[in-house]
């Protein structure tokens, strides 16, 4: 009988402790919330546990919230499973935010994973804004790099590949004083289309 209250007497004590010791640590953890929470990547998916958005490193070792395809689904494979498209590889994100090394970016791609659209600051913070059909870039506005690009790179064009027209203001130095200047080109001769950008 001792024993047997003994026994008794040990459980009681441990169920006892074991709660009083959750309560406790419960409100410390709501006194106390945490104020920094870290990890290496986090990820929303929807109701059959398919990955729609990721934020983290991607495999280009950029920092991103990308987006991924809602719908349609993954295509069945031979053995009817459907893929998993990892949001970390960038061929799968839809939109992407990122900084990628210094520099920030945003970026549209299609179903076929091909960018269609990027704004990013180039290595001297000047934006760029191009834009592409499922051939070849089509449009270019923004800060118009020189062969040796640097900071006095001020020259401004908006261009339409291949290019048939371009609106842009250049900026030239004379005796001390910037001045700038503005320009259209417009080419009447038709071009075959898709066409090969020169390498």
Not at 27 to 32: K, L, N, R
Not at 96 to 121: C, K, Q
Not at 155 to 160: N, P, V
């Amino acid at each position: 009988m001792k024993q047997t209250v003994l026994i008794v007497s040990a459980l009681l004590a441990g169920f006892i402790g074991g709660t009083l010791g959750t309560y406790v640590a419960r409100t410390y953890e709501q006194a106390h919330p945490e104020e920094v929470i870290r990890a290496r990547s986090f990820e929303l998916v929807d109701e059959a546990g398919n990955a729609v958005s990721f934020w983290g490193i991607d495999r280009s070792q950029n920092a991103v919230l990308a987006f991924g395809s809602h719908w349609p689904k993954p295509p069945a494979g031979p053995s009817g499973v459907r893929a998993t498209r990892r949001l970390d590889n960038p061929h799968n994100q839809r939109a992407t935010i990122g900084v990628t090394g210094d520099s920030p970016f945003v970026d549209l791609r299609a179903a076929d994973g091909e960018t269609r659209m990027r704004l990013n600051l180039n290595g001297n913070e000047k934006p760029i804004l191009w834009m592409a059909d499922e051939h070849r870039p089509r449009l270019w506005l923004g800060i118009e790099q020189s062969d040796t690009p640097g900071p006095q790179d001020n020259d401004w064009s908006l261009i339409f590949y291949p290019e048939v027209l371009r609106i842009g203001t250049r900026t030239q130095e004379v005796a001390g004083q910037t001045y700038v200047q503005g320009g259209i080109f417009v080419s009447k001769e038709r071009m075959k289309y898709p066409f090969n950008l020169p390498k």
